[in-house]
T-cell receptor, first 115, second 111 residues
């Protein structure tokens, strides 16, 4: 499968715990994005990488959230001291640098439940 | 004001019907426009990009009106498999990475 992959697919954690999600983009794509989606809403942008550089962060990305893409390939999103409001689907997407229309292709997501 | 506004529906139509979805966007600097399809508890999947001159892909036709900042999607001859949520999406203009999503319009096609 050459699509975007995400792990784990589901995560249940207790409030106050730290969690980390991983995203592997489509291999030739150098742009990688993280979004968050809650029930009944469209995805909301969190952050964006071009290669290993984090070029943009949303104000939604509080100081409890950190994302990395150390070698310009896979990325991790960590949430520290989780809160119940962090419960959501976390989606990763990738796109090629030379895509004229910035078409983004999504992975299956990691569904986080904070108890 | 949200960046992308969509009628959430739901739209319930019989097989074979024609259905149209609309959305408006607020950022006049937006340059890229899309419709994504999302099935229940699945990831969004790109349905089609929307070009200035309008474009068609089989039973799907997308239109863009930059002056009114309005995007539409027309589905002809609806199939049961078209049942999904349709997301209107625009980019943030000069900010290359960010996409703004509407909340989606839910479509159910019944036999």
């Amino acid at each position: 499968d050459t699509g975007v992959s995400q792990n784990p697919r589901h995560k249940i954690t207790k409030r106050g715990q730290n969690v980390t999600f991983r995203c592997d983009p489509i291999s030739e794509h150098n742009r990688l994005y993280w979004y968050r989606q809650t029930l009944g809403q469209g995805p909301e942008f969190l952050t964006y990488f071009q290669n290993e550089a984090q070029l943009e962060k949303s104000r939604l990305l509080s100081d409890r959230f950190s994302a990395e893409r150390p070698k310009g390939s896979f990325s991790t999103l960590e949430i520290q001291r989780t809160e119940q409001g962090d419960s959501a689907m976390y989606l990763c997407a990738s796109s090629p640098e030379r895509g004229a229309y910035n078409e983004q292709f999504f992975g299956p997501g990691t569904r986080l439940t904070v108890l | 004001r949200k960046e992308v506004e969509q009628d959430p529906g739901p739209f319930n139509v019989p097989e074979g019907a024609t259905v149209a979805f609309n959305c408006t966007y607020s950022n006049s600097a937006s340059q890229s426009f899309f419709w994504y399809r999302q099935d229940c508890r699945k990831e969004p999947k790109l349905l089609m990009s929307v070009y200035s001159s309008g474009n068609e892909d089989g039973r799907f036709t997308a239109q863009l009106n930059r002056a009114s900042q309005y995007i539409s999607l027309l589905i002809r001859d609806s199939k049961l498999s078209d049942s999904a949520t349709y997301l209107c999406v625009v980019n943030a203009g000069s900010t290359l990475g960010r996409l703004y999503f509407g909340r989606g319009t839910q479509l159910t096609v019944w036999p």
